[in-house]
């Protein structure tokens, strides 16, 4: 996360230069991004973390230690890490006695422990005094500024569910699935070795009544994808066809052809062909 040098001008003019020291433990974006403000409000801040070590990411004028040196130079703690990383603060139960506790974290789902956040921390740490604070204002928000914040919460407009595109995109991934997996069966089938075991009549099955569902479920597949796109004419650059339209031309071309066949008047005399069957000549 860039730095926002413009929010480290003091927020007031006749701020003191340093008033009392508060500790964060945590070196991460809401960290650094709370002790910035805070250090604009004249504030002295000291970093508690596992690598003492100074960035070019932490603020200017704050100090970086060890929790345990952090948590001596100041009576209230924010605790800026999260929930899995708290069992370190078991070992500084001397150290926190009777000091502040800030709670900052946010759990990921609704009732994802049997306490909140604060609950397990007080738990851990019985003789510091916890407290909940700073967990509905994220780091971006603490950098940029209120003005900023107030327009993303304002831009942040939750779209209702249109139940059109999920029934069209759950029938595309639905069609694509089976269609695939009747055309490996295909493949399978075309074997050598499997189609010398298989009857004439199971081979033809095969090749034939599932070879045309195939075709029809990878064609559905292709036109739920394509949807509404085939009436864009935007999506007819240089006046051409996208690939997938193209690839629709045969199947669609043999489809229209085997549906007009399976008319009676057209399949009946087709079949007797296949049989053997022959027009009498006129002199016979």
Known sequence: MKNNFSNMVPLTEDSPKKQETVCIFGTGDFGRSLGYKMMQCGYSIVF?????????????????????????K???IIVAIQRQHYNFL???TEVLQGKILVDVSNNLKINQYPESNAEYLALLVPGAKVVKAFNTVSAWALQSGTLDASRQINSNKTDPFNNVNGWISDSYVALGILGFFLFVLLGI??????????????????QSKLGYVTLILCTAHTLVYGGKRFLNPSMY???????????LIVPCIVLVIKFVLVFPCLDRPLTQIRQGWERNSSGS
Do not use: C
Not at 190 to 205: A, H, I
């Open 48 to 72: 508690g973390s596992r690598n003492a070590q100074t960035s070019s990411l932490i603020p200017k004028g704050a100090e970086v230690l060890s929790h345990t040196e952090a948590a001596q």
């Open 74 to 76: 100041s009576g209230i």
């Open 90 to 92: 078991a070992e500084l």
């Open 189 to 206: 089938t075309s074997l050598p070795s499997v189609s010398n075991s298989v009857n004439w009549r199971e081979f033809r099955f095969v």
């Open 237 to 247: 650059r240089w006046y051409l066809p996208a690939a997938y339209m193209l690839s």
